[in-house]
């Protein structure tokens, strides 16, 4: 069973950055599409940002776009979020998931996601 392993939220001022992790072992990530998702409290779970198995195709909410950048580590066997220029409204648990189907594009909707990181909560306040 794939476990996932996400660290890196936190406090942080608005306008400031954080990046946040998402690894595991024994599986090869690279072979998944990864997506990020995040939910405040009384909201829906919302699409952040999802990477391709092979890392040919990237999509981001609009909201985060210029702002946050996804990314994988082949050799960590990890992908990370970075999140810069931090709002408010970014504040929400952050949770990575992945897709082991063989379709050749990520989406940011979470019916195709199998596997689900415990969340890390990142807020942004001053």
């Known amino acids: 069973q794939l476990q996932l392993v996400q660290s890196g939220g936190g406090l942080v001022q608005p306008g400031g950055s954080l990046r946040l992790s998402c690894a595991t072992s024994?599986?090869?990530?690279?072979?998944?599409?990864i997506a990020w998702f995040r939910q405040a409290p009384g909201k829906e779970r919302e699409g952040v940002s999802c990477?391709?198995?092979?890392?040919?195709?990237?999509i981001y909410k609009d909201s985060v776009k210029g702002r946050f950048t996804i990314s994988r580590d082949i050799a960590k066997n990890a992908v990370y979020l970075q999140m810069n220029s931090l709002k408010p409204e970014d504040t929400a648990t952050y949770y990575c998931?992945?897709?082991?189907?063989?379709?050749?594009?990520?989406?940011?909707?979470?019916?195709?996601?199998?596997?689900w990181g415990r969340g890390t909560q990142v807020t942004v306040s001053s």
């Open positions: 998931a992945a897709d082991n189907t063989r379709s050749s594009e990520c989406e940011l909707s979470v019916r195709p996601y199998d596997y």
């Open positions: 990477v391709n198995k092979g890392s040919t195709y990237i």
């Open positions: 024994g599986f090869t990530l690279d072979h998944f599409n």
